[in-house]
């Protein structure tokens, strides 16, 4: 079992930046994967960006790619994910996700956080 808490959600307007975290406790962290996805009500919970057990392997979305960044730091047992530049469209609760190896499909993780809510203002 593998537990994720979600944290630094909240109100930001267009154009700031918010540093979200993932807790993590339980088996064997720095072996996992670590995705973030968001969802809004009536989508789909749609892929954020992704790091590997290492992060030397990242994956974005296209949307996001260039303003945010995905890390983590396995001494911690935390990942992160910094958006800058924030627009309307990036409201969403964001959650985090573990995952043996880098995969978009949100179906295949068995891992989620409770998810932290993001509100950008225009």
């Known amino acids: 079992q593998v537990q994720l808490v979600e944290s630094g959600g909240g109100l930001v307007q267009a154009g700031g930046s918010l540093r979200l975290s993932c807790a993590a406790s339980?088996?064997?962290?720095?072996?996992?994967?670590l995705s973030w996805f968001r969802q809004v009500p009536g989508k789909e919970r749609e892929f954020v960006a992704a790091i590997n057990w290492s992060g030397a392997t990242i994956d974005y979305a296209d949307s996001v790619k260039g303003r945010f960044t995905i890390s983590r730091d396995n001494a911690k047992n935390t990942a992160y994910l910094q958006m800058n530049s924030l627009k309307p469209e990036d409201a969403a609760v964001y959650f985090c996700?573990?995952?043996?190896?880098?995969?978009?499909?949100?179906?295949?993780?068995?891992?989620w956080g409770q998810g932290t809510q993001v509100i950008v203002s225009s």
């Open positions: 339980g088996r064997t962290f720095s072996s996992y994967a």
């Open positions: 996700a573990a995952y043996v190896t880098i995969t978009r499909l949100a179906a295949a993780y068995q891992y």
